[in-house]
């Protein structure tokens, strides 16, 4: 299918083109590329395809089992901070109606990154508290990678590891893989320009980086609160360009 022809066959082009040619439904009016880099979002639809083939239905096996996984994580970090065995159930069900579960990754295979990008912030919080820092280093590049969304999570990370033991290295370590990211956006990526203001700026902008890094910082580690956030101002989903009907 055309979904995955993001990444053309080649994983070189995953970030060097991102999450382009995606959105296709009229070639010869729409634009194939945008401004989000989003590589994490061709590998896990190239997972999909290597496990399931042309079986396209059960691509969205793996957004469930992101799904149950986050819900797991959750749980098991709430256990950890003394939360009584008869919540655990509770809290769970009250998780199952977090916003990006229900969100177009229930219909549309490429739009999954929100449920995999908080996965991957939410475990790497849950590692950071386990002082299993590589692991937390990994899903926090993972998670970047996965949508900009996460670009606070680096920069929350280095702040708690340095607030909870004194490391300045270890806390600068962190940063990594927003160095990592920036890096690659400006050397590696090239649809900028390429886009033409298709799907816009918005969260490439100073003014949008900042409003998205003060949210996620907020919310860090956990996104429950992202539906209301996004309803209150500076945060408002109607200043996103891709809310803007056609």
């Given at each position: 299918?055309?979904?995955?022809?993001?990444?053309?066959?080649?994983?070189?082009?995953?970030f060097?083109?991102?999450?382009?040619?995606?959105?296709?439904?009229?070639?010869?009016?729409?634009?194939?590329?945008?401004?989000?880099?989003?590589?994490?979002?061709?590998?896990?639809?190239?997972?999909?395809?290597?496990?399931?083939?042309n079986?396209?239905?059960?691509?969205?096996?793996?957004?469930?089992?992101?799904?149950?996984?986050?819900?797991?994580?959750v749980?098991?970090?709430?256990?950890?901070?003394?939360?009584?065995?008869?919540?655990?159930?509770?809290?769970?069900?009250?998780?199952?109606?977090?916003?990006?579960?229900?969100?177009?990754?229930?219909?549309?295979?490429?739009?999954?990154?929100?449920?995999?990008?908080?996965?991957?912030?939410?475990?790497?919080?849950?590692?950071?508290?386990?002082?299993?820092?590589?692991?937390?280093?990994?899903?926090?590049?993972?998670?970047?990678?996965?949508?900009?969304?996460?670009?606070?999570?680096?920069?929350?990370?280095?702040?708690?590891?340095?607030?909870?033991?004194?490391?300045?290295?270890?806390?600068?370590?962190?940063?990594?893989?927003?160095?990592?990211?920036?890096?690659?956006?400006?050397?590696?990526?090239?649809?900028?320009?390429?886009?033409?203001?298709?799907?816009?700026?918005?969260?490439?902008?100073?003014?949008?980086?900042?409003?998205?890094?003060?949210?996620?910082?907020?919310?860090?580690?956990?996104g429950?609160l992202?539906y209301?956030?996004?309803?209150?101002s500076?945060?408002?989903?109607?200043?996103?360009?891709?809310?803007?009907?056609?």
């Amino acid at each position: 299918p055309s979904v995955l022809g993001g990444s053309a066959g080649s994983a070189i082009d995953w970030f060097t083109h991102g999450f382009s040619r995606y959105f296709l439904v009229y070639p010869e009016w729409s634009v194939p590329f945008t401004e989000f880099l989003r590589p994490g979002v061709n590998g896990i639809l190239r997972l999909d395809q290597i496990l399931f083939g042309n079986h396209y239905a059960l691509y969205f096996l793996l957004l469930y089992a992101g799904q149950f996984l986050m819900v797991w994580i959750v749980v098991m970090m709430a256990r950890d901070m003394g939360v009584r065995g008869r919540w655990l159930l509770p809290l769970a069900l009250l998780l199952t109606f977090e916003p990006a579960f229900f969100s177009d990754a229930i219909v549309i295979l490429s739009g999954q990154f929100d449920v995999w990008c908080g996965l991957f912030t939410v475990a790497a919080f849950f590692f950071l508290s386990r002082k299993r820092y590589a692991l937390a280093l990994l899903l926090l590049t993972l998670a970047i990678f996965t949508k900009e969304a996460a670009l606070y999570a680096p920069i929350a990370a280095a702040l708690t590891v340095a607030y909870g033991t004194r490391r300045k290295v270890l806390a600068g370590t962190m940063l990594l893989p927003l160095v990592g990211w920036l890096a690659v956006r400006k050397f590696v990526f090239i649809s900028s320009g390429l886009a033409k203001g298709n799907y816009g700026l918005h969260f490439m902008s100073i003014k949008g980086l900042l409003a998205s890094t003060i949210k996620g910082m907020a919310l860090w580690p956990s996104g429950l609160l992202g539906y209301q956030v996004e309803h209150i101002s500076p945060f408002n989903s109607s200043m996103h360009p891709m809310s803007t009907p056609i």
